[in-house]
């Protein structure tokens, strides 16, 4: 009988790179003056490179009397890298009207382009996808993946029990979004265009 020998080699284990699991995905009802209407989900996925891929998509239908008089869907996907946007191409369609965004970062900046128009943002800059708790800071030149329109919101942080996280956006459309201890999105509300009330239940 043969007896096969398996030689380690400690220095290439050493040397191996620790495996970073992509994070669980994230996914809401959406809830309107009680009722749900929709959906808002976020899947993740590790690439090559050490590349973190999220894919965010929302649905929204609002029907009166069985009729559906308001229609909403948006889709992005973003990749990151080291905590920072490596590319975003984003896609909506609001009751029939469509926006677009694409981001890329090059030359040391967001080369920004959507339905407003161009603009360059700094290689810190970040879309407003929410389920990113690092985003929301005083310090991330933001934009709105929707249209691909430069903001600058106020931002009120304050801290929740457990090392959770409540930020208020003022300013637009406005939000307020919770993180829990890890981190990880838990809670959004906001207003409609009509006015009514949107709060986000997790599914």
């Given at each position: 009988m043969i007896r096969r020998q398996v030689m380690v080699l400690p220095g290439l284990l050493l040397a191996a790179p620790a495996l970073r699991a992509a994070p669980a995905g994230i996914a809401f009802r959406l809830i309107r003056n009680g009722s749900a209407i929709g959906?808002?989900?976020?899947?993740?996925?590790?690439l090559e490179g050490g590349v973190l891929e999220a894919r965010s998509l929302v649905r929204a239908t609002?029907?009166?009397?069985g009729i559906t008089v308001y229609r909403y869907s948006?889709?992005?996907?973003?990749?990151?890298?080291g905590g920072r946007l490596v590319s975003l191409s984003s896609r909506m369609d609001r009751n029939g009207t469509a926006g677009f965004c694409e981001a890329r970062s090059e030359g040391g900046q967001i080369a920004l382009r959507?339905?407003?128009?161009?603009?360059?943002?700094?290689?810190?800059?970040?879309?407003?996808?929410?389920w990113r708790r690092a985003?929301?800071?005083?310090?991330?030149?933001?934009?709105?993946?929707?249209?691909?329109?430069?903001?600058?919101?106020?931002?009120?942080?304050?801290?929740?029990?457990?090392?959770?996280?409540?930020?208020?956006v003022v300013g637009?459309?406005?939000?307020?979004?919770?993180?829990?201890?890890?981190?990880?999105w838990v809670g959004f509300a906001s207003t409609?265009?009509?006015?009514?009330?949107?709060?986000?239940?997790?599914?």
């Open positions: 959906s808002h989900e976020v899947a993740f996925r590790d609002v029907t009166l009397l948006h889709e992005t996907a973003e990749t990151w890298r959507g339905t407003v128009g161009e603009a360059r943002l700094p290689a810190e800059g970040a879309p407003l996808t929410w985003t929301l800071t005083d310090a991330v030149p933001l934009f709105d993946p929707r249209q691909g329109l430069v903001v600058a919101p106020g931002l009120q942080r304050s801290a929740l029990p457990g090392g959770g996280l409540r930020v208020v637009g459309e406005g939000a307020d979004v919770t993180y829990d201890g890890a981190g990880t409609a265009e009509d006015g009514s009330a949107i709060r986000y239940e997790r599914a």
